[in-house]
Each structure stands twice: as C-alpha cells, then as structure tokens.
C-alpha cells in the first residue's frame, strides 16, 4: 500500500471474518498504528460513517456494511510511537521474546508465541505482547506492530510489521484472505472422514467474564478445512487445520462440534479433553502462514515449531512431528 493510498478516502467492506466485532476493534485490528484518540475524534466528527451514518466507538458492524475511513494523519516527529511512554519490558521476558523470533527482515519479523502470552491486553489482562513489543525494535525507527492475534493459550507464528505501511500492507492481505493460515491440534477422538470442511455457524453468548462461542443456526458463517495427519488407534488424533474464517475461538468450537475436542481445551471440550498423559493445556499450535512479501513481492513461508511441552506430547502418542 503507498503512501497515496493512505493520504486517500477509502470505503471498506467488513468481511465475514469481522462481522459483530466492534467498530473501534476493527480498526484497531486493520490499523494497529491509528492511536483510540485519533478514532475516537474522527467518530465524534463524523468523519468515520457505517453505511453512510455517523457512527460510535462501540457499535458492531456486520459483514457487506461499508466504513468510511478518513486519511490516515501524518505522523509527527515528536510523537512516533518508540518515544512515547511504555511500560518497562522486564529483561527475562525481552530476551525471552528476542529468542522466539524465528524470521527477520527489513520489514517483517515473525514470532513462535509462547502459550499463555495474551497478544493484547484487557480489563484483567496487564501482560501482553504488545506492552512488550519494544524490546523488538532492534535497529528499526519504530517498535513493531502487530497486524494479526492468537488466542492467549495458542501458540505459534505470529506476524509483525515493522513500519506503519508494511502494517497497512499487511492489514488488507489478512482482511483480503490473502494469507493461508496453518494450525496442528491434537484431538480426542478420530474424525469420520481422512479430510473435509467443517461449516458450523458461530455466535458469541454470555457477558465479559463469562462469554462463549457456540455453534447456532443464526450464528456467522466459519469454515474450517481439517485432515487427519496421524492417528494413535481411535483414541488421538494429529489433525491440520486451515482456517477460511477467522472467527473467535473457530478452531476450538469447530473441533469440538465435529465431536473431537483439543487436548486441554477445558473451556470447550470440559472433562473430555483430558487425556492421561498428557498436560491440561491446549495443543493448538499456529504452525505455518504463507504470503506475498509485501515489499519484495515473493512468496514467503514462514513455519512455526512445536515448543518443547508440544514436542512430548506429540512424541508420548507415537507421532513424529520432524516428518511434516
């Protein structure tokens, strides 16, 4: 994406993989450099429309509705993003963080995220990555940006920009569905065919605190692709997941409604999901992303290994993940 791009009115369509998300998280979620302020003034003068309305920083927005996105503003010398105040990185979770770095360029680097580690933060969560983001800046005029998420007990690849306009870039190819998303999940129970689409609406039910996603008939399209890798008799199965929507907790609902819960996903799979043996944490791993580079335009693969508590228990059931 230019520079011209950005100085220009745009109207965007909000894609399936949105649809119900706040109007503030949304561009929170496109566009990782735009400050709450600077959203919130550009809703309380209009220049931010839904469909041509005035809208609010909490309204939800719904797949094929357009928003009116102002020109971004210039950034400002004294105000770039590595000079305004932080929280301290503690030193164990920078080097920590640096040593996850599985791929870096001028532009792009990737993480292997640790299970655990909320991407951002919340009403009761103080630990997250992108409060610690400055301990990858390296040699760059910025700290990174982040222009995806994983669930805080996933883990794996995780993409970051390293400039605003690689963001920008960045935003429209996982908007666009131009990057192709790879998860490896250890499943209880064997799925009835070798591969298939999982296509089970979701929707979201209960309060802050409390809140769950279901499949429902009036629920948002998702999709899922599944293949079965490997298989330990009828009791484990290795599956490959491959997202074509990016729903909230998608892949954990979706295994569970094909009646093969996830390894330790106690929200979802309950007592089921328990495998003696094994820890009681969610074996998801975000394995694999492959995109166009946004600025050499090359096909790049970036590939994610199992951390070490992964890695047994692939091992404990029989299955060689060095083969894949």
């Known amino acids: 994406m230019s520079q011209d791009d950005l100085s220009a009115v745009r109207h965007i369509a909000v894609q399936s993989d949105d649809g119900e998300v706040r109007l503030d998280r949304w561009f929170k979620r496109h566009y990782p450099d735009l400050s709450y302020g600077q959203v919130a003034k550009w809703l309380r003068t209009g220049q931010v429309r839904v469909d041509g309305h005035r809208a609010k920083p909490g309204q939800r927005v719904r797949q094929g509705q357009e928003i009116r996105v102002p020109p971004m503003p210039a950034t400002r010398t004294d105000e770039r993003p590595a000079e305004r105040a932080r929280p301290h990185v503690d030193r164990a979770d920078a080097t920590a963080l640096r040593e996850s770095v599985i791929y870096q360029d001028e532009f792009l680097i990737a993480l292997n995220k640790p299970a655990g580690l909320a991407v951002q933060g919340g009403s009761k969560t103080h630990r997250h990555l992108d409060g610690m ?9 910025d700290r990174p940006r982040l222009v995806h998420r994983l669930d805080k ?28 998303k790879t998860y490896w999940a250890l499943v209880v129970g064997i799925p009835g065919h070798e591969s298939g689409v999982i296509d089970a609406r979701l929707a979201k039910r209960g309060g802050e605190g409390s809140e769950r996603v279901e499949s429902v008939d009036d629920g948002l399209s998702a999709e899922t692709e599944y293949r079965i890798l490997d298989h330990a008799g009828r009791r484990i199965a290795w599956l490959e997941l491959r997202p074509r929507t990016g729903r909230t907790h998608q892949l954990r609902v979706h295994c569970k409604a094909m009646g093969t819960p996830i390894v ?29 580079h946004p600025v050499s335009g090359e096909r790049l693969k970036l590939e994610a290994p199992l951390d070490d508590v ?3 228990s692939w091992a404990f059931v029989g299955f060689d993940a060095k083969t894949r």
């Open 133 to 141: 983001l400055d301990a990858l800046q390296f040699d760059a005029k």
């Open 153 to 180: 007990d996933t883990s794996g690849l995780l993409l970051l920009a390293r400039d605003r306009q690689t963001a920008s870039h960045l935003a429209v190819l996982f908007q666009g569905r131009e990057v192709e």
């Open 264 to 292: 330790g996903d106690g929200k979802y799979g309950g007592r089921e999901s328990e495998v003696e043996g094994l820890p009681q944490r969610l074996h998801l791993h975000a394995r694999a992303l492959v995109l166009t």
């Open 310 to 312: 992964l890695a047994k």
